[in-house]
């Protein structure tokens, strides 16, 4: 489908080597529109907003915060380890927004399922309902992300 | 080979409203269904293909009564007129850059793709097939031009309030846009046969 | 006959047309030859018109720092237009707050050159020189960290503290080149070879082509000096606080000031997880032993049992707060993340330390 100028110049932003190695898209065929919408869709059908998905991974990352690098317990069910690097990243949105360089590891500690997000994810799906495409080093798929979050 | 006997300022009325380049003539939708998401955008591209549309048509009205009505060319008029289309596009957006860097910034990519855009086209055959004058087309140009700003305009407004609402699974996007649009061309038959526009 | 009229009516249309368009475009687009003026007349260029101000500005050999080239995502470009830049573009605006617009402050690679300017630019920047370097050795110091080596094609002067950028080739799926900035972990008073610490970062476009495509010998482009992070010496001591890779500028200002013989109390925290994480700790420790001013204290948060770790346990800022309790006249100086910058900023505050005397680089 046909992409609005502005789309298409954020979907440049995406690709590999403008702000990050591998890029925001992965190996997704989609266009940016089309992924964002097909996103939407299952956050919708889960009955959640993108704030409220923001809000837990922030409350998650805080809690990692308290002590960089090493395994933090969340609850009984999970731990949370947030890496940090020096630097900031901007968002591909042309929002100006900068992001730490910080990354987030949240295990659940008896099957061993983990997932890992950006402080760049957070502010991604909170204000841009992005969660990145498939096959992209950070992509999070909505249900599998939520199911963490519970 | 005459041209009808109408008031310029009538047809500039007319080309807004019941002649509507969208919603009556269904005209230019490329543009307008993939750019319409966004109100700031959609008034910087109407406002863009006003300025495209009076500067070819006069200049295709020119081209038109000087060139290839007296050498006998009507059977290339679509491909010249393409031709000068492409070329003034070309011409406003360096000019644009020049004086107005700003607003070349903000319109970015749309100037070119003004020339694809097929109510430009249809502005410059109508005026040669209602064999409009010098000053009627000056006139048409700018109320099809101001009309399809308008149209635009209306339906990003629409859109951007529309933009948190659930709709039915499918019709995101292109699907509500068009039944929008619908609606909106439904309205406008009302100014249907009130002025007359050749 | 006829098919001469076309042939020729249609050619003839086309191009007409084609020389309107590059009327216009010599019209428009040529901006003629403009000028320069630096610092009120202290430095004058003649330069192309079109081009931004930032490549006009490279090519004439005055670098300014721009970590995206151009690209208005960095912010780092920031200069001075006194005269002759057009009105401010919406790539500048987020850029900018309310005091930088009201002094003619623009992005310098926003900024189209169409007539003549009137610029300021920092006197450090003259100093930043382009250089060609051979890649002299590369140093693993622990899992996600190298040291390299760059040899320079001509002598350096630079002030412990600041930092160089490094340039980017294309590798693999990144076909565009970038700038991304690393503090200089050498001694200043080494002038023909800088040693730079570089920290893998998960997608990072420049760390990953360090750790994975450059290899000992081969060149890479570098431009520096810059930065405003190095100790004032207003300070009657130093506060230094690091984690990561930010123990590079504290390695060059300590063997710096050490070797200038300033007696100053030096006190170099360096935080990290386990012991795997630290690198240059007998290094520091035996300047530690020689030099009675310089106090190294590294303290580990997750020591494991089989570290055997007898130093400071806990956290970076719980190893300050134990070990600083008189900071008047100490300025403080802190490299590493953000959060690690913010958290030490809080326990230096709390203790009475002012913003005006805390240093941290903004990259």
């Not at chain 1, 110049?9 to 964002?36: H, P, V, W, Y």
């Not at chain 3, 630079?158 to 590798?171: D, E, L, N, W």
């Not at chain 3, 953000?338 to 680089?361: E, H, R, S, W």
Request: charged share 20%.
């Amino acid at each position: 489908m046909k992409q609005t100028a502005n789309m298409l110049s954020i979907q440049e932003m995406m690709q590999a080597g403008k702000l990050t190695a591998e890029g925001f898209l992965g190996t997704d065929t989609r266009n940016l529109t089309e992924i964002l919408l097909a996103d939407q869709a299952v956050v919708n059908e889960l009955g959640l907003t993108f704030k409220e998905i923001a809000d837990k991974m922030q409350a998650i990352t805080d809690i990692g915060l308290k002590m960089t690098e090493a395994v933090l317990p969340v609850n009984e069910e999970f731990a949370v380890q947030v890496d940090e690097y020096m630097g900031f990243i901007p968002c591909p949105f042309a929002d100006n927004y900068q992001a730490a360089k910080r990354n987030t590891l949240l295990k659940n500690r008896r099957t061993g399922a983990a997932v890992h997000w950006s402080d760049l994810n957070i502010h991604m799906i909170r204000e841009h309902g992005f969660f990145e495409g498939v096959g992209s080093y950070f992509r999070l798929d909505p249900a599998y992300l939520i199911s963490f979050l519970k | 080979m005459s041209s009808p006997a109408i008031n310029p300022i009538l047809i500039f009325v007319a080309a807004i409203f019941t002649s509507n380049m969208i919603l009556t003539n269904f005209l230019g939708m490329c543009s307008y269904i993939s750019v319409s998401s966004e109100y700031k955008t959609a008034s910087g591209l109407g406002k863009a293909v006003t300025m495209v549309s009076v500067v070819t048509a006069v200049i295709s009205w020119m081209m038109y009564h000087w060139v290839i009505v007296p050498l006998k060319l009507e059977y290339l008029q679509y491909i010249i007129f393409i031709i000068v289309i492409a070329a003034i596009v070309q011409i406003i957006e360096m000019a644009l850059d020049r004086f107005s860097p700003d607003l070349h910034m903000k319109l970015g990519i749309f100037l070119p793709l003004i020339t694809v855009n097929c109510a430009i086209l249809g502005i410059i055959l109508f005026m040669v097939i209602r064999q409009y004058s010098f000053m009627q087309t000056l006139l048409f140009s700018f109320g099809s031009g101001l009309g399809w700003l308008l149209a635009i305009q209306a339906l990003a407004a629409i859109r951007e309030k529309m933009a948190k609402t659930k709709l039915p699974p499918g019709l995101e996007g292109p699907g509500i846009t068009f039944i929008i649009t619908g609606i909106m061309a439904l309205a406008f038959i009302g100014f249907s046969g009130m002025v007359a526009v050749q | 006959m006829e098919i001469f009229i076309t042939v020729a009516s249609v050619s003839g249309i086309s191009t007409i047309l084609t020389i309107l368009i590059i009327i216009s475009e010599r019209l428009f687009n040529n901006y003629g030859t403009c000028s320069i003026d630096i610092n009120d007349g202290a430095k004058k260029l003649d330069v192309e018109g079109g081009s931004t101000l930032l490549s006009a500005l490279a090519e004439n050999k005055i670098f300014i720092p721009s970590a995206c080239g151009g690209k208005a995502t960095c912010g780092l470009c920031k200069l001075r237009v006194l005269d002759g830049a057009g009105p401010l573009l919406p790539t500048e605006e987020p850029y900018l707050n309310a005091e930088e617009k009201a002094n003619h402050t623009r992005l310098s690679c926003q900024v189209k050159i169409k007539k003549n300017l009137k610029i300021v630019i920092p006197e450090e920047f003259f100093l930043v020189q382009e250089y060609k370097t051979t890649v002299a050795k590369i140093d693993r110091k622990t899992h996600d960290i190298l040291e390299y080596n760059f040899k320079l094609d001509k002598p350096i002067t630079f002030k412990a503290g600041q930092y160089m950028q490094v340039k980017t080739k294309p590798y693999g799926k990144v076909k565009e080149v970038v700038w991304r900035a690393y503090s200089i972990s050498s001694n200043p008073s080494t002038h023909d070879a800088v040693e730079l610490i570089v920290r893998r970062v998960p997608q990072g476009i420049c760390t990953t082509y360090m750790h994975d495509h450059v290899k000992e010998g081969d060149i890479v482009e570098l431009t520096g000096p810059y930065g405003d992070f190095y100790p004032r010496d207003t300070a009657s001591g130093y506060v230094m606080i690091a984690g990561g890779s930010g123990l590079a500028p504290m390695k060059a200002i300590i063997l710096d000031m050490l070797e200038r013989g300033i007696d100053k109390q030096m006190y170099l925290f360096f935080g990290a997880v386990t012991k795997k994480d630290l690198y240059y700790v007998e290094y520091l420790q035996e300047l530690a032993d020689k030099h009675a001013n310089f106090h190294f204290i590294p303290a580990l948060s997750g020591a494991l049992p089989e570290d055997n770790w007898t130093g400071e346990k806990g956290l970076i800022t719980e190893a300050v707060d134990r070990n600083v309790q008189d900071i008047t006249g100490l300025h403080g100086l802190l490299c590493g993340s953000p959060g690690m910058i913010n958290a030490c900023i809080q326990v230096l505050k709390k203790k009475g330390m002012t913003d005006d005397i805390i240093f941290y680089d903004k990259f």
